[in-house]
């Protein structure tokens, strides 16, 4: 057995958290919280024709917590993120936001969650204060153009208000993407490389922001990044992926601990050449 | 219910936007009925002035010309709204929100009566004004005339609409392509009669069918058919009812297939 299948069981998997006894195996890894978590994943499974882009996911997020779902390319993280998003339907297993089955009842919790990714854009010929405004009341916000001003002061978005949304740099763009996914206050926020095309000041600048979003709503994030710095600045909690698996999960600290490395970078890499 | 009416009034606000930021995609809702109408118009002169056996049958052409492109032009409202969804990648980011399917239906109507109105009406008073041909003689019954096309437009937008969620762009040109399928069984240009036995029960299945043997019915002998309209509204009723099933079904389908996330990449 290599070094990495002692963190792999091979078919209906729980990888073992260092919190968790051989007995816990087959069940969600609990992080030690008694409240129901605000994202539960079960036995998750997604096949595309004979590949399976996820086998066997187990993990809960508990309310109030951001967790990283980190891997590799082709590692089954934005199959995972859409599932429990409810735009693709598992294979086999669940995924429950905020006690709703994401594939049968997610018209009952939509309100209540919003997200950012790098494969989905705002419309580009409507300014971005005619997107706030738009996705402002598909959410229902209450006092809409006071929470638009709330986001053009967090987010620094003065400038660009009147400007078409497709011609504003990258950069800028994320920072709308990101006011866009807090515009109704969700209680879960599910974000796909939120800082992936921002320099290294405003990514730090947009993750200050999310801290204060968190810190402020108590609200449950899942996060997907190839930055190990973020990760470790953001996240309370890790999940690595690698083909469609778990690989390892804990506390970034534990992890770099328990592989021998000196941060998450290396645990990163690490894994993604053992697995 | 209130909830429901804001988020129509939020989809039917974006595309207004949309709309609104150019004045090229305005003009070209109004470009190419008007450039057909002139070349259709023109041969409605030519055939009124010969004299010859068409002359009384000319104006059957102009109505005809008008009321098929109510249809086509409604449903292409339908879809060519969708697709921006798609083009700007934007159809997740509409999943992810509180939109439900009927909602996101009924913007795409509204929008598509919209587009309608400011496509047809400068092309009907152009009409009136070049040729003469003043297609409000065929009185209240042309009101029953363009719901009918456009309730049948709409049932077949529905059906692009979920073709293109569930295969991808690769589908994006049934929205050209798939009302010419109809040009020929639904007797826009000649009676039923004119097609071999064996096509009459597939024409009499569709309703643009009933429209175009209406207006003849008009035009011709100046009578309206209320019974052959009656019948069309029934079974717009349950083609539209068919159009939104096969939307959601095809929707749901895209849900197992995975892709909803990456649409339009």
């Known amino acids: 057995m290599s070094s990495i299948e002692r963190f792999l069981p091979r078919r209906h998997l729980t990888p073992v958290s260092p919190n968790t006894t051989p007995a816990q195996d087959n069940a969600p890894v609990s992080l030690g919280i008694d409240e129901a978590p605000a994202i539960a994943v079960e036995d998750l499974c997604k096949k595309y024709h004979t590949h399976w882009a996820v086998d066997d996911v187990n993990f809960n997020v508990p309310k109030g917590w951001t967790v990283g779902l980190l891997g590799g390319n082709g590692a089954g993280k934005t199959t995972t993120i859409a599932m429990i998003m409810g735009l693709v339907v598992p294979s086999f297993g669940r995924a429950m936001v905020l006690g709703h089955d994401m594939a049968t009842e997610r018209h009952k919790v939509l309100s209540r969650m919003n997200f950012e990714s790098p494969y989905v854009a705002l419309p580009g010929r409507l300014t971005v204060r005619q997107n706030l405004t738009v996705f402002g009341r598909l959410y229902g916000v209450a006092n809409l153009k006071a929470r638009i001003e709330e986001l053009i002061e967090d987010f620094e978005l003065g400038d660009v208000l009147d400007r078409v949304t497709g011609r504003l740099s990258a950069g800028q763009k994320t920072r709308v993407a990101v006011a866009k996914a807090l515009i109704n206050d969700p209680d879960v926020l599910l974000l796909d490389e939120p800082t992936a095309s921002l320099d290294p000041d405003r990514a730090e600048w947009v993750r200050s922001r999310l801290r204060a979003y968190q810190k402020r709503r108590g609200a449950t994030i899942l996060l997907s990044s190839h930055n190990m710095t973020e990760v470790e600045q953001l996240c309370d909690f890790v999940v690595i992926m690698s083909h469609g698996r778990i690989v390892a999960m804990g506390r970034p600290g534990e992890l770099a601990e328990r592989f021998k490395c000196r941060d998450l970078d290396e645990v990163f890499i690490y894994l993604a050449r053992v697995a | ?265």
Request: proline fraction near 4%; glycine fraction near 8%; charged fraction near 10%.
């Open chain 2, 1 to 265: 219910m209130t909830q429901s009416l804001n988020r129509i009034a939020a989809m039917t606000a974006r595309y207004y936007y949309i709309l609104r930021s150019s004045w090229l995609r305005l003009l070209e809702i109004v470009y190419w009925p008007a450039m057909q109408m002139m070349v259709w118009g023109f041969l409605y002169t030519y055939l009124y002035q010969s004299k010859s056996a068409m002359a009384s049958t000319a104006g059957l052409l102009l109505g005809a010309v008008l009321l098929w492109d109510v249809l086509f032009r409604g449903q292409l409202g339908f879809t060519f709204t969708f697709l921006e969804e798609i083009w700007s990648r934007n159809l997740a980011n509409l999943m992810m929100s509180p939109l439900q399917p009927a909602e996101l239906a009924a913007s795409l109507m509204l929008m598509s009566l919209i587009r309608l109105v400011i496509g047809t009406l400068p092309v009907t008073l152009l009409t009136l004004l070049l040729f003469g041909f003043n297609v409000f003689a065929m009185g209240p019954g042309l009101i029953l005339f363009f719901l009918n096309l456009v309730l049948t437009s709409w049932a077949i937008g529905l059906v692009v609409a979920g073709l293109v969620i569930r295969q991808g762009l690769g589908a994006e040109s049934l929205a050209y392509s798939i009302m010419i399928v109809l040009l020929p069984l639904c007797c826009v240009y000649y009676p039923v009669e004119a097609l071999p036995v064996w096509l009459h029960p597939v024409a009499w299945s569709l309703t643009p069918t009933y429209v175009f043997e209406g207006m003849r019915a008009v035009l011709l002998d100046g009578t309206f058919r209320t019974d052959l309209m009656m019948e069309c509204l029934a079974l717009n009723a349950v083609y539209l009812g068919m159009g939104f099933a096969t939307f959601v079904a095809l929707l749901q389908s895209a849900r197992h297939k995975g892709g909803l996330l990456t649409m339009g990449e």
